[in-house]
């Protein structure tokens, strides 16, 4: 079945310090991969997607995120953390079988030290 | 562009009334529509998929006539919580889709039944 793991559910970094969160997928097929971002009582923002092409994938906010099919992952990586990235990060993975739906993570929370 | 209104944004509603919230794609026609509970540092669960002029689909567990979906146009889907109870208070999430792979969220609503 398929499934998305993100392994970290809490992460606290320093402003300013690097970072990177973990996703993993289970999927058959080629994936459609998303990262998305919600603040404290916000919808969802996306910051990134892949669905072909260049592995590597530039999104808004300063964020990558690299597609590795050997490690079935799409880690999301920042090099200098903002306070104002504290936050809870979702990856997914699209479902284009019968349903067409997001199989979601379940989250990893950002904390950011002053 | 792409963007997707919720209203209300908050509502507080006593036990055993109904309370209609509306998901309305501002720019764009929106095929199909999902519908998201989010219960407090969790991940995203998918109550149902509807489709413009069609029945929604709802997921396993969600009981379809407490929940009430209409998709009566391609840019309004709307989520009818009926005889709600305090267990019904969450954060609702819809999303929109012209029939690709990306979803287009909106920013919430909180439902508070007391």
């Known amino acids: 079945a398929q499934s998305v793991t993100q392994p970290d559910i809490h992460i606290t970094v320093s402003e300013g310090a690097s970072l990177e969160l973990r996703c993993n997928y289970s999927y058959g097929a080629t994936p459609y991969l998303f990262w998305y971002v919600q603040s404290p009582g916000q919808g969802l923002q996306l910051l990134l997607k892949?669905?072909?092409?260049d592995t590597l994938v530039q999104g808004i906010k300063g964020f990558e995120a690299e597609f590795k099919r050997s490690q079935s992952s799409f880690n999301l990586r920042k090099p200098s953390v903002h306070w104002s990235d504290a936050a809870e990060y979702f990856c997914a993975v699209y479902n284009a079988g019968n349903n067409r739906k997001l199989i979601w993570g379940l989250g990893t929370s950002l904390a950011v030290n002053p | 562009g792409a963007v997707v209104s919720q209203h209300p944004s908050r509502v507080i509603c006593k036990s055993g009334t109904s309370v209609k919230i509306e998901c309305r794609s501002l720019?764009?026609?929106?095929?199909?529509m999902f519908w998201y509970r989010q219960f407090p540092k969790q991940s995203l669960m998918l109550m149902a998929t509807s489709n413009e002029g069609s029945k929604a689909t709802y997921e396993q567990g969600v009981e379809k006539d407490k929940f009430l979906i209409n998709h009566a146009s391609l840019t309004l889907s709307t989520l009818t919580v009926t005889s709600a109870h305090p267990e019904d208070s969450s954060f609702y999430i819809c999303?929109?889709?012209?029939?690709?792979?990306?979803?287009?969220f909106g920013p919430g609503t909180r439902l508070t039944v007391t």
């Open positions: 720019d764009f026609q929106a095929t199909t």
């Open positions: 892949y669905f072909s092409g």
């Open positions: 999303s929109a889709s012209f029939g690709g792979y990306e979803q287009y």
